[in-house]
């Protein structure tokens, strides 16, 4: 099952973490830590192996990938031993990494990146191609009355004037060019009442937002203890201090507020009320690739004694979030081989701010993937 994944911001630090863990995986020289789908529980056979993925992508940037993945090397992202023993396979990549298009419309700029998909499917005689945004935060859009209707978009696309953002005019190229499409960022994507209908009516799966690597990660286990416990949660902020280019992106407020909104959901949907309290997101460059979280809750127990819990969370965002584009791009490819169609709802386990009507405790939201896979096939010895 070669399976394709083509990343928008092929030249990031999570998309080059992510070819090169897989690529180390590959050849015998890195464990699979971190990828959840090689859990003993999730192990199945309908699903392509890390080894059968093949990586191509658009960005903006013009570093190659084995510069960048020195680079990581140096900041102590990556192993640099790792980094020199997969260079030449990291060119090949490079190969397939191509610029974003540019063109006078939106749909000239859509049908730009189709082609490049198409290209990079037949070029590799893959069984189909899953397109992983893994770029910048963007804002929320405005509305727009085209948003709502298929047809009304594919006619302003046409016009001179923008009406999708990038990360809804990426997954719009993707859905038709019969692509599968993943959001790993808090951006639109294909979050549209158009681009739902697009999804529908060419028979694809999509999925998103906005990954779950860190502070709401420990969110979505804590939360449902309090809901558990009957504990009333009075207050709960946390402040986020993040360097590399996605801190450097949110300083842009309206890029933050998205983010900041998207990690807060997990409290309202998981303890059934808002407590007091925001998320902070602030960007401290010397921090690189690594964030540091700070969460201070405070909570009411019986005869309402007043008590409270803190926690400090310090990770590598690319170590953390490549593992996970790896399994996205694996769970999506079997879902639109198995036939599945629309939002996959069941990849809530992997998201701050998923779609659809789902559980946000981390507890459930294993038990749905679970059950996802062995719905997929029977399980297997993995890859």
């Known amino acids: 099952m070669r399976t394709g994944v083509w990343l928008l911001g092929a030249r990031g630090s999570v998309a080059v973490t992510s070819v090169l863990g897989a690529l180390a995986v590959r050849a015998g020289l890195a464990e699979p830590t ?5 859990t003993p529980g999730l192990r199945s056979d309908a699903l392509p ?22 680079a990581l090397a140096e900041a102590g992202i990556v192993p640099a031993p790792l980094a020199a023993a ?16 540019a063109g006078d419309t939106q749909a000239e700029v859509a049908d730009a990146i189709g082609a490049d998909l198409h290209r990079f499917r037949r070029r590799h005689r893959l069984e189909r191609v899953v397109v992983i945004n893994v770029s910048s935060t963007e804002p929320a859009p405005p509305p727009h009355p085209a948003h709502a209707d298929l047809d009304a978009l594919r006619a302003a696309l046409d016009g001179p004037e923008p009406v999708l953002p990038p990360s809804a005019l990426a997954a719009y190229a993707a ?33 998103g937002h906005d990954g779950k690597t860190g502070e709401t990660l420990v969110k979505s286990v804590l939360a449902p203890m309090f809901a558990l416990r009957n504990l009333k949660v009075r207050t709960w902020s946390g402040t986020n201090l993040l360097g590399g280019g996605d801190g450097a992106n949110l300083a842009d407020p309206a890029a933050n507020a998205a983010k900041s909104a998207s990690k807060q959901r997990v409290l309202g949907e998981t303890l059934g009320y808002v407590p007091q309290g925001d998320t902070r997101i602030d960007f401290v460059e010397d921090l690189d ?13 019986f005869l309402g004694t007043r008590m409270r819990m ?35 709802t069941e990849l809530a386990f992997f998201f701050k701010d998923p779609l659809g009507k789902v559980p946000h405790g981390l507890a459930e939201q294993w038990q749905a993937l679970r059950a996802a896979v062995d719905a997929l096939g029977s399980p297997g010895e993995g890859r």
């Open 86 to 101: 997969v260079r030449d396979a990291l060119s090949e990549v490079e190969r397939d990494v191509r610029p974003l298009p």
């Open 49 to 70: 192996g890390i080894g059968e993925l093949v990586f191509g992508g658009h960005d903006i940037s013009s570093i190659p990938l084995e510069k960048k993945a020195a």
């Open 175 to 207: 859905l038709s060019a019969g692509c599968p499409y993943v959001d790993f960022t808090p951006s639109t994507g294909a979050r549209l009442p158009a681009l739902e209908t697009l999804a529908e009516r060419e028979g694809l799966p999509y999925g």
């Open 34 to 38: 971190g990828c959840v789908l090689e």
């Open 310 to 344: 803190e926690f400090t969370w310090h990770g590598c965002d690319s170590a953390l979030a490549a593992p996970l584009i790896l399994d996205l791009a694996r769970l999506t490819a079997a879902a639109h081989r198995a036939g599945r169609t629309g939002p996959l």
């Open 289 to 301: 690739d690594f964030k540091t979280a700070w969460d201070l809750i405070s909570f009411e127990g």
